[in-house]
């Protein structure tokens, strides 16, 4: 896939007047921003499934919402990079700007900057830790640590587990790893927990598996922090040592993902892995364009319940941030048709 090629749609129309939103985007209709006024969406990276599906999305949900969405911007893993990507942006006059942030605390540059030539902007995926984002769009990572950990706990019991972290610069490799152990601590301390810090990167949790491996044949269980980088280099190091077992064998290695991309989908119905929590690519995607084109139209929200089954919660800092669920995936519910990752091609 091209990495800054996306597809440019639809044209943005009359102003909606002024309302104000209290954890609902009831008020906002079609065409709520200005006519000629365009948007920059800046990706984390295209190396990755889930933002490989996520990018699709991106025209499709333009297209729906009347968001004249420019191509999108790859920032390739580079955090610096993206400050520069949203700099390019801003300087070619975009209105608004829904970035995925690489660094909860470097995105702090870039936001001062479009906070200083006055353009708002989204922030999907990652909450910054400073700087200001007119909306947070994002699953509840905590959550995330604290299911895994549960699914783990009930179906071990006892035993060691890996845990392969994101990167513990980004607020969400810190949230899920935190919940994670927390919930260890405090429900299932028989799980003995290690951990494998992968900063995003497939080679890094594929090489430092397979040394954890060798020192530690007993495995029981793995934790995927992000299946869309490491589901394939997981399944490759277990199955290079002859410890991919599917479920219910002798052996098996229970495994929980996050992501529910559709190759994780597949991976449950093989027995390869048990679970994961299915993060909304699509719904990524629409809500933040939906909320850009808020900002652009003068709404403002509150903290509670959303029209659309989530709730905007305020964060420590003051954000505003839209938590949007994230299902349990296993093999009772694999095949469901409103599982994004049974909607897209592989």
């Known amino acids: 896939m091209p990495p800054k090629n996306a597809v440019r749609w639809g044209a943005l129309v009359a102003s909606l007047a ?4 209290c954890g609902t985007t009831d008020d906002l209709g079609p065409g709520a921003a200005a006519e000629g006024e365009q948007v920059g969406v800046v990706l984390p990276m295209l190396t990755s499934p889930f933002w490989q ?3 699709s999305y991106v025209p499709a949900m333009a297209e729906e919402l009347d968001v004249d969405a420019l191509p999108t911007v790859n920032s390739d893993g580079d955090a610096a990079q ?3 990507d949203m700099d390019t942006l801003i300087n070619q006059g975009v209105a608004g700007l829904v970035v995925s942030p690489l660094d909860s605390a470097a995105i702090a540059t870039g936001l001062e900057r479009a906070a200083d030539r006055e353009v708002p902007v989204v922030a999907v995926d990652v909450a910054p830790e400073s700087g200001e984002v007119f909306m947070v769009v994002r699953a509840d990572n905590r959550g995330y640590g604290l299911e895994a950990c549960r699914y783990l706990g009930e179906e071990i019991g006892e035993g060691k587990v890996v845990q392969i972290q994101g990167d513990l610069a980004s607020v969400n490799g810190r949230d899920r790893s935190e919940a994670f152990q ?3 601590d405090e429900e299932h301390p028989g799980l003995e927990v290690l951990n494998i810090p992968a900063d995003w990167e497939g080679d890094k949790a594929a090489s430092q598996l397979d040394a954890l491996l060798n020192d530690n044949p007993d495995i029981e269980g793995i934790y995927m922090q992000a299946g869309g980088v490491y589901l394939a280099p997981t399944l490759q190091t277990l199955r290079s040592k002859g410890m991919l077992h599917e479920a219910g064998e002798d052996g098996h290695i229970t495994i929980v993902s996050n992501d529910g991309i559709p190759q994780e989908l597949q991976a449950i ?7 994961t929590l299915s993060q ?9 364009l939906h909320y850009i084109r808020a900002a652009l139209a003068g709404e403002t929200f509150e903290p509670g319940p ?3 089954g989530s709730e905007i919660v305020e964060l420590d800092n003051g954000l505003l941030e839209d938590q949007l669920p994230t299902p349990l995936v296993t093999i009772d519910n694999v095949d469901d048709p409103e599982l994004w990752g049974n909607s897209v091609a592989d």
């Open 53 to 55: 599906s996520y990018n």
């Open 306 to 308: 959303t029209d659309h």
């Open 269 to 275: 119905r093989d027995g390869e892995i048990d679970a």
């Open 280 to 288: 909304p690519a699509d719904d990524y995607a629409r809500y933040g």
């Open 18 to 21: 002024l309302a104000t939103g």
């Open 82 to 84: 993206q400050t520069t």
């Open 182 to 184: 927390e919930c260890v």
